[in-house]
């Protein structure tokens, strides 16, 4: 069971990154898939869901400019990141779990996580 995460890199304020997160081991339909995000010296902090279904839901700072979708015949989430700025630089994680939805960006509610992949946006 594992859950691997790609597509990070250096990017310039106002570019854009797809970051993808694919599953092995298990169907990444049947769970709701979060993309966390952790900057030095910040704690770890939600930044978009998807139900095992297609909806979605984003934290402020990033609503409008990062689109979250899934191709489950992939097994396979995506987040599109557009528009990106300084303050987005982190080590994105994706995570797979079965929250109640007003705990969705809980990181304790997922028991199954990425490695992460750096984003950095230069100024």
């Known amino acids: 069971v594992q859950l691997q995460a790609s597509g990070g890199g250096l990017v310039q304020a106002g570019g854009s990154l797809r970051l993808s997160c694919a599953a092995s081991g298990f169907r990444l339909g049947d769970y709701g898939i979060a993309w966390f995000r952790q900057a030095p010296g910040r704690e770890r902090e939600g930044v978009s869901y998807i139900r095992s279904g297609h909806s979605t839901s984003y934290a402020d700072s990033v609503k409008g400019r990062f689109t979250v979708s899934r191709d489950n015949a992939k097994n396979t989430v995506y987040l599109q990141m557009n528009s990106l700025k300084p303050e987005d630089t982190a080590v994105y994680y994706c995570?797979?779990?079965?929250?109640?939805?007003?705990?969705?960006?809980?990181?304790?509610?997922?028991?199954?996580w990425g490695q992460g992949t750096q984003v950095t946006v230069s100024s």
């Open positions: 995570a797979a779990g079965r929250p109640v939805y007003s705990a969705r960006f809980t990181s304790s509610m997922y028991g199954y």
